[in-house]
């Protein structure tokens, strides 16, 4: 029996967040460059994809570029770069078949003119579809948003937009994924146990899953195998087991 076969679909969590970690490290074990890592990556990014659309995972976010990432050597960027335009290019048909629609989350701005341009054809060309919702984390951090969000608040306070006192539903209307649900889990790979600056405000009851695989070989078998572990986990949001039992008693009533 696979991991595949032991999820069970109605309990498949909604929006699954994952940092795609250890391509550099992949590529060294193997005696090549980094970004030979992150070429290799894609065929990671393909199967998870393919994997959360045919189990009808709703929303998919991939933290693709940090705007840490910028600090890395130009020639690994410009890399980056030129991999995601031709990535965009190349899967839109993909995505278009399967009924996927994207969206990208971050400072878009500051992303040149190509990949901006690849990046907002290949959303308005699936926008209509209606499966799966993937969303790229491009230039994108955790700080930076809610950063983002407390200026935007400022700045319509200042205009008279806004005068009634923030909650965390008017701060979360703010951020760049308003119109998506928070992450029930995120998955990091490579076997590192940090979050790494990313929905730093959404992931607050989110489950964490850590694998030692290295991106590159991360695998459709890999993603099923951490839904798995997390339909095995007892979600209570500040509340204890009694209470979760005696509300799921009242519901089946």
Do not use: C
């Not at 993909?94 to 959303?123: E, M, P, Q, W, Y």
């Not at 994108?140 to 950063?147: A, D, K, P, T, V």
């Not at 998506?180 to 489950?207: H, K």
């Amino acid at each position: 029996m696979t991991h595949k076969d032991k999820i069970i679909l109605d309990k498949l969590p909604e929006h699954i967040a994952v940092i795609m970690d250890g391509n550099g490290r992949w590529a060294k074990k193997k005696g090549n460059s980094r970004i030979f890592g992150h070429t290799n990556g894609v065929t990671a990014v393909r199967e998870t994809v393919e994997a959360a659309a045919e189990l009808g995972v709703k929303f998919l976010t991939l933290y693709a570029f940090s705007t840490e990432n910028w600090n890395r050597p130009k020639m690994e960027v410009d890399a980056l770069m030129s991999l995601l335009v031709s990535s965009l290019h190349d899967e839109t048909p993909t995505l278009l078949k399967n009924n996927i629609s994207l969206a990208a989350i971050g400072d878009i701005s500051r992303l040149t003119d190509k990949v901006a341009g690849r990046l907002t054809a290949a959303i308005e060309k699936t926008s209509h579809n209606t499966g799966l919702k993937l969303i790229l984390a491009l230039n994108y951090s955790g700080r930076w948003e809610i950063l983002d969000a407390v200026n935007r608040i400022k700045a319509d306070i200042a205009a008279g937009k806004l005068n009634t006192g923030i909650t965390a539903e008017l701060f979360s209307y703010y951020l760049n994924t308003k119109n998506m649900p928070d992450p029930e889990l995120l998955i990091r790979t490579s076997g590192e146990y940090r979050i790494s600056n990313f929905l730093l405000w959404q992931i607050a009851y989110t489950e964490l899953y850590f694998t030692p695989t290295l991106w590159p070989d991360f695998r459709k078998e890999d993603f099923y195998k951490a839904i798995v572990d997390f339909q095995k986990r007892e979600r209570r949001f500040g509340k204890t087991s009694e209470q979760l039992n005696q509300y799921e008693q009242t519901v089946n009533k």
